[in-house]
């Protein structure tokens, strides 16, 4: 998560401004609540969307002459990668509204009304500031982990966002949707066996079929 990028485009290059009421008003915390829910469940639906499509495709591979089946897992590779970016823009929006909550438990916490807190000065003041151990207890309380909690704190006290970008690699490997799609073939195979044994049990044997 490269938490300066978001901060940006709530329109802020200082992030101590999300602290202050005089320049982060509570309708505009609340208005970005609601759109950071939105793109949330938005997001949530796509990767649904992608793994029903995911499904479908290795039931198409599954199915297929085995001269179409490399194409079919290539597709199915496509779609769970759209999946997994889909996924990505899950986590951020549910971690930037995370963020945004915790604003809003900070200045609830600080009790500060709608006055200016000089919060850049207040939190780099000492280690053991008030102020900063007000928004590092607002921060465990919603971000996901210790890493999210001293990374914004970091941020937060000298701008440095220490963000880690996790790197795609571009390599192609389709063993996984084969494996995927056999044991999709394997318990179909199975299925199909069953329900003919049972067809079987149902029908009268040819000796007794008078009886």
């Not at 101590?16 to 320049?23: D, F, V």
């Not at 000089?118 to 003041?125: C, F, G, K, P, T």
């Not at 996901?144 to 490997?173: E, I």
């Amino acid at each position: 998560m490269n938490w300066t990028n978001f901060i940006r485009t709530l329109g802020f290059d200082e992030p101590t401004s999300l602290l202050s009421p005089a320049a982060y008003s509570e309708e505009e915390i609340e208005e970005d609540l609601l759109d950071l829910e939105m793109d949330k469940r938005h997001a949530r639906n796509m990767v649904e969307r992608k793994g029903d499509q995911y499904d479908a495709k290795l039931d198409e591979a599954a199915q297929a002459p085995e001269w179409m089946v490399e194409d079919l897992l290539r597709e199915a590779d496509d779609i769970e990668r759209e999946k997994e970016d889909w996924q990505d823009e899950w986590r951020q929006h549910a971690d930037r509204r995370r963020l945004v909550k915790s604003v809003k438990s900070f200045r609830r916490r600080i009790r500060s009304g709608e006055r200016d807190l000089n919060v850049s000065e207040l939190i780099a003041d000492t280690d053991d500031s008030e102020v900063r151990r007000t928004l590092h207890d607002a921060l465990k309380d919603h971000m996901r982990s210790t890493k999210q909690v001293n990374d914004l704190l970091q941020l937060f006290t000298d701008g440095r966002d220490l963000d880690r970008s996790r790197a795609d690699g571009n390599a192609r490997d389709l063993s996984k949707h084969e494996e995927r799609m056999r044991e999709r073939q394997s318990g179909a195979s199975t299925g199909a066996a069953e329900s003919r044994e049972r067809d079987e049990r149902r029908s009268p044997s040819r000796a007794g079929a008078d009886d």
